[in-house]
């Protein structure tokens, strides 16, 4: 490969990188053809972004950016895939998905290490970790249901014992 066109690689996952902060180093190596393209269609639903890369290519990307992306090198062992993802945990749903019918756990896509909500998770073993992570709207979700929850006891409360004045201080009485 020339030296420009590694440039342009280079140059091409910086911007990713920058532009997307939450990515899946993956091993997708022993894949067939037709796990291969099946996984891409659903990358491609999922709006994840599937691109394999060479290590060593994707090491320069890392030390070209702002943020300290050393504890990642280690994992750039191997065929690595990069996920780039919106969704936080949208690419470790969909390898939890497609190996689960594998039994022994060597099931591909293997996760390697992610970085995700400016966290680095490095190995396998925190892929049910990383499926449970909330994405930022479920969390806004949850806090204006905690929010609301208050509101509506006392509405409740106030609508149960009528529209009296009696009532009101009753059941306020009875709590």
């Keep these: 490969m020339k030296k420009e066109d590694k440039g342009l690689i280079i140059n091409q996952l910086t911007e990713a990188l920058q532009s997307n902060s939450n990515f899946y180093l993956t091993d997708i190596e022993a894949l067939n053809a037709s796990k291969t ?34 504890a990642l090198y280690g994992s750039l062992v191997g065929s690595t895939a990069i996920m780039f993802a919106e969704v936080p945990n949208a690419p470790a749903r969909l390898i939890k998905e497609f190996t689960k019918d594998v039994r022994g756990g060597e099931g591909k896509p ?17 892929l049910d970790a990383l499926v ?32 009296s004045i009696h009532g009101v201080l009753k059941t306020l009485e009875e709590r």
């Design 37 to 70: 393209s099946s996984l891409r269609r659903v990358c491609s639903k999922k709006n994840i972004k599937l691109i394999v890369v060479k290590n060593t290519l994707f090491k320069k990307a890392l030390e070209s950016i702002d943020i300290d992306m050393s």
């Design 110 to 126: 293997k996760l390697k290490a992610a970085y995700v909500q400016e966290c680095f998770y490095i190995g396998s073993e925190n």
């Design 132 to 163: 449970n992570l909330k994405s930022k709207d479920e969390l806004v979700a949850d806090l204006v249901a905690l929010l609301q929850s208050p509101v509506q006891r006392v509405m409740s409360a106030l609508q149960s014992g009528g529209n």
